[in-house]
């Protein structure tokens, strides 16, 4: 019985790992994808990798500001209106599925 929990437990952790990896070149041919038909392949290749690099960056520090609420306490009012716009990015972002 153990053998098979543990059979399982390594197929479910494969299968993460394959759409991690799947997901992983999906975002890394985006930029290709997305301007295959623009004039201007380059720029708009650089601007969707600088798109992608600036939501990452926001998904960061938003999660930095909500996983330590007591941090916010220290903060001086730039670093919370930071947090603040990161969560509200945030937001907007994932009602845009």
Request: proline share 1%; with cysteine.
């Amino acid at each position: 019985m153990k053998s098979h929990f543990a059979a399982a437990m390594l197929m479910l952790f494969a299968c993460n790992a394959v759409a991690e990896s799947d997901a992983l070149i999906q975002i890394k041919r985006s930029p290709e994808v997305i301007c295959a038909d623009n004039s201007k392949k380059d720029q708009c290749q650089e601007t969707v990798k600088a798109l992608i690099y600036a939501v990452n960056s926001i998904a960061s520090l938003n999660a930095t500001c909500e996983s330590n609420k007591e941090l916010r306490q220290h903060m001086n009012q730039k670093l919370k209106d930071q947090c603040d716009s990161a969560k509200e990015i945030s937001e907007y972002a994932k009602h845009l599925q």
